[in-house]
């Protein structure tokens, strides 16, 4: 049965977090750029190249490809570099400029017009991006043009054709954790709670760290209005934080008396002040 939403719930359903991607950024010594740009062989450029894309802080690596595209112009392996830390360094709008010149190059490959695609979801080019992906060739499979292609079919709620990049995507990767998540998600979106409990545990399985995935399997539970938090692997504050996200689901279902009790269970749990369930219930016992 459908039940009435309440003006005042507006305001705490707001609070809701959805998952997200995260990147990890290995922390290592790093070498002085300034002096490895000079005098070095082709080798040694690929392989310093290779480390500021994947080992350098973002915006060490957005400053030392910058440079060195200046010094050695028209250089695609260099501009590929720019385009990369770009997007690793949030800068969305220069990253889609940077993967324009590269996929525009000679020696374009169908892997950088995924990472073109990929900067274009970033700056909401949702139909660009589609457009960029339609144009590879059927015969080019990979576990990101799958993923991308997933979500744009989830934009334009094409749920058969979302599921099927998916599921290949899941299939062509090692660690579909996060591919897992998003269609879990995808699923909750869709009304299909119990599917998406489904995709979710096995996210966490591949991945038992990934908050991501604990919350949205919470939300997913709540909206089968069982409030009780899964048995999974949790700090004292992702309890807290779980706990509060239970509640908000059943304030979502108009389960006002759960959601009292949730809310203060978190506030009671967290190992320091929780400000957002203090708010949360301040604002519930007013109303």
């Not at 062989?41 to 310093?48: F, K």
């Not at 690596?61 to 385009?83: K, M, N, Q, W």
């Not at 993923?147 to 334009?156: C, G, P, T, V």
Request: charged share 30%; glycine share 6%.
């Amino acid at each position: 049965m459908t039940r009435p939403w309440q003006p005042w719930l507006v305001l705490l359903l707001g609070l809701t977090v959805a998952g997200c991607g995260l990147i990890d950024d290995a922390e290592e010594e790093r070498p002085d750029e300034a002096a490895l740009l000079d005098d070095f062989d082709p080798i040694d450029d690929t392989n310093l190249s290779e480390f500021m894309m994947s080992g350098a802080e973002p915006d060490e690596a957005v400053s030392y490809f910058r440079r060195a595209t200046e010094e050695r112009p028209g250089r695609i392996d260099l501009e590929r570099g720019l385009a990369t830390s770009l997007i690793r360094n949030r800068q969305y709008s220069e990253g889609v400029s940077a993967w324009r010149r590269v996929v525009g190059m000679s020696g374009a490959t169908h892997e950088d017009r995924v990472g073109y695609a990929d900067a274009q979801i970033r700056t909401d080019d949702w139909e660009g991006a589609a457009e960029t992906l339609a144009a590879l060739p059927d015969s080019f499979e990979s576990f990101r043009r799958h993923r991308l292609s997933a979500l744009i079919a989830d934009a334009d709620e094409d749920w058969a054709r979302a599921d099927r990049h998916y599921e290949a995507a899941v299939e062509l990767s090692d660690s579909p954790a996060g591919v897992l998540n998003n269609w879990g998600y995808s699923k909750l979106v869709r009304g299909d709670a119990e599917d998406a409990e489904r995709l979710l545990r096995e996210a966490l399985q591949d991945d038992p760290g990934m908050f991501a995935a604990k919350n949205n399997l919470v939300m997913a539970l709540g909206a089968q209005e069982n409030y009780s938090l899964p048995i999974v692997d949790m700090t004292q504050e992702e309890r807290a934080r779980l706990t509060h996200t239970l509640a908000l689901t059943a304030l979502r279902q108009n389960d006002l008396n759960t959601a009292r009790r949730l809310l203060q269970e978190a506030i009671d749990t967290h190992p320091r002040h929780f400000g957002e369930a203090v708010r949360a219930l301040r604002v519930l016992e007013e109303a």
